[in-house]
């Protein structure tokens, strides 16, 4: 069945959309907009069905049980509201088998003909068994042999039929180009790390004095400056810094925030396509880099259409932290680091790192100063305006991360014990870009619109705005704060843009089984946001606002009513469309629980 939509041609298999929601039985009144909810005009609202006590049979399996857990995601329909409101993460989330229960085929045999591990490889180099084991494909057409000219995954490849001949010999065109990926850790590195046999001239040479100025009392200021005989003019300084400071015009730029999990390569990479200027990696944490940690160093990787690209470490010692500024400089290629200081799970908190430094200021001096030292690009901050709700402290460390040497603080309008359940504040971001000057400050919090922007911008001094959730509900915010327009978006243009997203993540993360399921859980992930999303034309008051929540609604067409969905497995029909089914055994439960609607 071909979407109902008069601007794209993209075609959806009818048996993977549910058309039960839209129906055209005679429908109880529907109820009027209640405090907290968006204001969706009355023709697309499904009626109310107050919550009766009822026995239900009991559901069996576990996606059964999964979606029994999440289909009233937002409270209403299926049961009684919550006592208490969800919040936080999903701990403890299942885990999906390995696939088929097989042992996995080694990437490195397939795409070099041998590998270095020889029998000693913990995955599969057989071939005849690859061949007999393998899994049906799941489409037509291979992303990585249509845009590179090679598949590098061969017989293990999922879209196979695209690059093999009958014999699965793996075909190349005459002219074929690389996956372009830069900031990988190589295995030298990681051995050296690993053994602890890099070195950190600068970090040490910070740490010894700023051992030495607290042992005389002396401010730590002062360890920047260099000593001197006789008037020194300003020319001379400048002779004495061998490596000007990279400079970076913040200003005016849109800011895509770093999003743990779902802010991957991919997704950042859609949102560069759809206008972000800024990007910066998931939060990683010092110490993890610092041994060598392949999954941490994952969150490096950066695209080459992310043209001002940094990356975020957290960390809670002055030590580390600047060693590991100093080895990223060095190693890979950012364009600025960015200090976490607004990470409010207890995780991290009870670390005494993330927003815990805003109560340590003498450690929060010390790392942004350990940084700035050691580090020839910019030094920045992401924080909240502090810890407790009734006691911020932004506005007075602010001008002190001024003075310490970072380039731009980003300030979240919410303190840590806040978390998302309130308005963010931005008359108190307003104060604190007063305080700032001259150094830019950015804000963010509850922006899903241009007009959100444009008051923000005028009612604050802030330089610029950071995106987050707002960028994860509606990617194309970013095209909308440009064109200074509100997008009326069709289903199959969204459904396109889910499409792009997928077959980036077909690049970056494989077109085998393994690839397929690492793509399908992130979309999934990311689908847990976007379906919060409410077309423009559904509206009765545009813009909608992210802290009120989407009462029962259905769409213009059917595959608008699908992505309005809360549940699921109606997340997982959309990731059938383009990856295949899943496997009958297969769980899903998002990693962030919906706690962004306002009480």
């Known amino acids: 069945m071909a979407a109902n939509d008069s601007t794209s041609c993209v075609v959806v298999d009818a048996a993977l959309i549910d058309n039960e929601t839209i129906t055209s039985k005679p429908q109880p009144p529907v109820q009027s907009n209640r405090p907290g909810e968006a204001a969706i005009k009355q023709q697309y609202l499904l009626p109310y069905i ?40 999903n701990k403890n989330r299942p885990r999906n088998p390995n696939p088929a229960g097989k042992k996995k085929i080694c990437r490195r045999f397939l795409q070099h003909g041998s590998c270095h591990f020889g029998v000693n490889c913990n995955f599969s180099h057989d071939m005849q068994t690859i061949i007999d ?17 090679k598949c590098p995954y061969g017989i293990a490849c999922r879209f196979g ?31 050296e790390l690993r053994k602890k046999r890099v070195s950190f001239p600068r970090s040490d040479e910070y740490v010894e004095k700023m051992k030495d100025f607290h042992s005389q009392g002396r401010p730590l200021r002062d360890i920047g400056e260099y000593k001197t005989s006789g008037v020194v003019t300003d020319e001379d300084v400048i002779k004495l810094r061998s490596v000007e400071i990279k400079k970076i015009d913040f200003s005016d730029k849109l800011y895509l925030a770093p999003l743990t999990t779902v802010g991957n390569l991919p997704f950042r990479r859609l949102c560069k396509s759809l206008g972000a200027d800024i990007t910066c990696g998931e939060m990683a944490m010092c110490t993890n880099l610092l041994q060598g940690m392949q999954s941490e160093w994952a969150l490096m990787k ?118 998302y359940t309130k308005s963010a504040d931005w008359n108190y971001i307003n104060q604190c870009a007063n305080e700032a000057l001259p150094m830019p400050l950015f804000g963010n919090g509850d922006i899903l619109s241009f007009e959100d922007v444009q008051r923000h911008r005028q009612e604050t001094g802030a330089s610029g705005v950071m995106i987050a959730r707002g960028g994860l509900i509606k990617p194309w915010i970013f095209t909308e704060i440009k064109e200074q327009r509100h997008w009326d978006i069709s289903s199959s243009e969204r459904l396109d843009i889910i499409k792009d997203f997928v077959n980036f993540g077909l ?93």
């Open 50 to 89: 107050p919550f009766q006590h009822e026995e239900k049979p009991a559901k069996t399996g576990a996606l059964e049980t999964i979606n029994e857990q999440t289909s009233n995601v937002d409270g209403h329909i299926d049961g009684p509201p919550k006592k208490k409101r969800e919040r936080g993460m």
């Open 133 to 149: 084991d393998r899994l049906p494909d799941v489409g037509e057409v291979c992303r990585n042999f249509q845009v590179f000219g």
């Open 161 to 191: 039929k695209n690059h093999l001949t009958e014999d699965f010999e793996n075909v190349t065109k005459d002219t074929f180009d690389e996956y372009q990926v830069k900031n990988s850790l190589t295995k030298e590195l990681q051995v």
């Open 302 to 419: 950066r695209h080459p259409s992310e043209d001002i690209f940094g990356v975020q470490l957290c960390g809670s010692f002055p030590d580390t932290m600047s060693k590991c500024a100093e080895l990223l400089q060095n190693k890979i290629e950012i364009d600025f680091i960015d200090v976490n200081v607004g990470c409010p799970i207890d995780l991290v908190f009870n670390k005494g790192a993330g927003s815990a430094l805003m109560e340590r200021s003498r450690r929060f001096e010390e790392i942004v100063r350990g940084m700035n030292y050691v580090l020839d690009i910019p030094v920045t901050v992401k924080m909240r305006t502090g810890v407790h709700d009734k006691k911020w402290n932004a506005l007075q460390l602010i001008p002190k991360i001024r003075d310490w040497g970072a380039s731009l603080v980003t300030l979240h309008g919410r303190s840590r014990e806040q978390r």
């Open 507 to 599: 690049e970056h993360w494989g077109s085998d089984t393994e690839g397929i399921e690492t793509t399908r859980r992130f979309l999934l992930e990311w689908l847990s946001f976007l379906y919060r999303y409410i077309p423009v034309g559904l509206l009765e008051r545009v813009p909608q606002r992210i802290n009120e929540r989407p009462p029962p609604y259905f769409g213009r067409n059917d595959l608008e009513t699908l992505m309005a969905s809360n549940k699921c497995e109606d997340w997982i029909k959309i990731s059938e469309m383009f990856l295949g089914p899943v496997p009958s055994d297969f769980v899903f439960l998002p990693k962030h629980k919906a706690n962004s609607y306002a009480s």
